[in-house]
């Protein structure tokens, strides 16, 4: 049978010419693979069956090596790939390792990709998108120290819509709440009250009936609303009769004029909008900053200009209303720099991340195939002993790779829809406006693309290495015999360095953010977050036209709370802490010389409940908090933070002193108390807000948020506080229940957001630069078995051989944590804006995860360490 095999053999290189030293090596390679194996114990027709089981057969070898030039090229890949699927078949541990491995990076690659792909680069649901642009106020600097961007006041406005000539339509727009009745009850629909223009302005139309007219922005004509398909499909089951149909919101009713087209959804979570009509009083405010602009450009005309349009606008304004506008100029933001571009440095971090995985999983991947290809040299050098030509072989190797990537490309896919519903409940709070984020065909054809150009490059340093081995060397190679491979060993420890490195870039980026979010964690907000709960009570106008009913509304409210058992405390204030919102206005101080409005200081305005201090544990420095005596009608007073306190009386006692409130004239405030500062504006703002406190009950404001401190756990009272206030007004929707401390927690969700996405692709980076270590170690392992043998025989102990190996694994180690130290260093400055309490090159941080990654690092070098300390010294001798 062996004879037969190689008669066949010598009948083939005859026929292709080869030289006659090339059959001699052939069979003197047969005779030992086969003497080996009958030593080893096989029988001579054992070790036939085994030798065409390696070779894969003459005959099918035979086939698959033709001369190219009489198989057309269609055949010719078509025979690749059903030999490389036979092969992957009959190596299905290797196979397996390499599919995972691959899809893994992958998975998370075309995952982030979806993101950014739906954020970043896809055009946005509005015609021409790129000549919408976001207007903003910018105030005076000294005023708002880092505030760059501030809502517009109304009759500023009207002279930038009137004086530009850069803009083709302009429109604005403010937030609005709505309480429809449904079969549940009372429910909160969020709306936004918008000017006539504002469609026009995005390029958005109604499905079904029409937008608002000019005429429907006059006070009396605004009781028409437009739909969200979402809530016309939800609420009205999708009845195209609902246009004309008069429904009651918020106690008035209005009539549906239309419903708009699904992909209008801007403001973000929209359910309807209304006209926004002002009276000839809101049309002249100039101070009072409330609402947001959109603007379409004419066409030909480019940002720059606009903002150059813009500046001498403001410019103009200033001079003819220094009271109001000295110091404010105007920003022009393109719509998508507005929408995402607080989130982009975050997710452009992040697709670096996930790329670097990507990097490490081919490192490993190129480790395996590369290892593999040259244990198969025999094989390879048979093929081309039979005829195959170079190109005809290396082609092969990349064939087998490619279609390993593409199956981990297949599974990655299956990993990244996960991945993506993960993300995306992450990024819900980040986004500021519905985009559909799927596997749509630019993710898959991403996902294709990226598998195909992952096998290359990871069959390329396997070719690349059979390219420089010699058909002849590779033939002589028998069991336990086999050819110097420096090249490979050095190409093999590059890959290892290159995914330590890596790793150690993405485990550092991952510790910062762990990092700033303890940082942020240690911040104290000036209040107590535990045991409270809150929830928001939006009056309608209609029914609380006057402050007297807000004001009764909202006592009677809260003592029905305070009386639930379990309560401890509750108060009520218009904007909650720990958010970036909330009003502010400036002041005048009594005692000092007037000055222009746009001269006086400006501090944040919150309008208070008594017993609010008292639920959130915020400290009374000086004088009294507010009570019950502090009512309409009584002596106006105010408390004052110490920061306000700091600025306006440095070194003085405040108490006694009067305030006035530029936009509530004529009612001057007497200082009853100075309080603890706040982190009004989220705990990463290390400079206090100067803060006014003004009562509730002299104030009489429509929205108000219920703050209850409770004994035990505060989310068992959201049903009875609930219960409580629709005994007040049974109409009434409640909004936003949550505790303080999922408050706190949103305040830094983007940081916390990244690093939980930095260090999940972290983790699966140290989990493949480790079984990277493993597999280089195992391997040469098995490379070296005669040497470690020899060794052994000569008097080396078992803790010997393992600082042998593990000495080799740490090397590779140690460079590849200094490479990965050299490049973190300039590449974590992009996460600047993120950090908090931390600086990019945190030598903690460095310090912290190297050790980290180097103790990984010893537990991958252990294992094949330790397999080497029990190899027979005998055996391994003897196999040559």
Known sequence: MFDDLTMRARSLFHRRGVEKEMDEELKLHLEREVGSLVAAGSTREEAVRRARREFGGLDQIREECRDARGVRPIESLVQDLRYGARILLKSPGFTLVVVLTLALGIGANTAIFSVVDALLIRPLPFPEAERIAQIWHVPPARKFPGVTRFSVSAANYLDWRGRNHVFEAMAV??????????????????????????????????????????????????????????????????????????????????????????????????????????????????????????????????????????????????????????????????????????????????????????????????????????????????????????????????????????????????????????????????????????????????????????????????????????????????????????????????????????????????????????????????????????????????????????????????ARVRALPGVESAGAVDSLPLLRSGSAQPVAVEGLPPVPMSEQPEVAVRVISPGYMRSLRIPIREGRDFSDADAAGGTPVVLISEAMAKQLWPGEDPLGRRVTLTFVPGIAREIVGVVADVKLRGVDLAEPVPTLYWPQAQAGTFRMSLVVRAAARPGDLAPAVTAAIREVDPELPVLNRRTMDAVLDGSFSQQETTMLLLGAFGSLAVLLAGLGIYSVLSYGVRQRGKEIGIRMALGARSPDVLRLVMGEGLRLTMVGLALGAAAAVPLTRLLRDLLFGVTPTDPVTFIAVAAGLCAVALAACYLPARRATRVDPMLAIRTD
């Open 173 to 558: 727009y403010g937030g609005r709440s709505f309480s429809f009745m449904n079969g549940d009850g009372p429910e909160a629909l969020s709306g936004a009250s918008v000017s006539s223009d504002f469609f026009r302005v995005l390029g958005a139309h109604a499905r079904i009936g029409r937008d608002f007219l000019a005429s429907e922005e006059e006070p009396g004509h605004d009781k028409v609303v437009l739909l969200s398909d979402a809530l016309w499909r939800t609420r009205f089951n999708a009845d195209p009769g609902v246009v004309g149909r008069a429904i009651r919101l918020s106690g008035d009713l209005y009539t549906v004029i239309g419903v708009m087209d699904p992909s209008c959804s801007f403001p973000a979570n929209v359910a309807l909008w209304s006209p926004l009509a002002w009276s000839a009083a809101d049309r002249g405010v100039r101070g009072n900053h409330n609402f947001a602009v959109v603007a379409r450009l004419r066409p030909g005309v480019e940002m720059a200009s606009a903002q150059q349009e813009m500046n001498a606008i403001s410019t103009r304004l200033e001079q003819e209303y220094p009271d109001d506008d000295r110091g404010w100029g105007a920003v022009v933001v393109p719509i998508r720099e507005e929408l995402f571009g607080q989130i982009r440095p975050a997710l452009l971090v992040l697709f670096g991340g996930v790329t670097c995985v990507l990097l490490i999983a081919c490192a490993n991947v190129a480790n395996l195939v590369l290892a593999r290809t040259m244990a198969r040299r025999r094989v390879l050098a048979l093929r081309s002993a039979l005829g195959a030509s170079r190109a005809r072989v290396l082609r092969q190797v990349l064939t087998e790779t490619v279609l390993l990537s593409v199956s981990g490309g297949a599974a990655g896919l299956l990993l990244a829809e996960a991945a993506l519903r993960w993300m995306e409940s992450l990024l819900a709070d980040n986004v500021p406006l519905q985009m559909e984020m799927g596997l749509d065909g630019r993710v898959l054809a991403f996902a294709l693309a990226l598998s195909i150009t992952t096998g290359l490059a990871a069959g390329l340093a396997a070719s690349w290495r059979l390219t420089r081995s010699d058909p002849i060397e590779g033939l002589r190679e028998g069991p336990g015999r086999s050819a110097s491979d420096a090249g490979g060993r050095r190409t093999r420890a590059a890959l290892v360095v290159a995914e330590v490195a890596l790793s150690l870039v993405l485990l550092i980026g991952a510790g910062l953010m762990i990092r700033t979010l303890a940082s942020l964690r240690g911040v104290d907000p000036g209040l107590d977050v535990r045991n409270v709960l809150t929830m928001t009570v939006n009056l309608p106008f209609t029914k609380y036209a006057t402050p007297a009913p807000r004001i009764a509304f909202f006592d009677r409210a809260l």
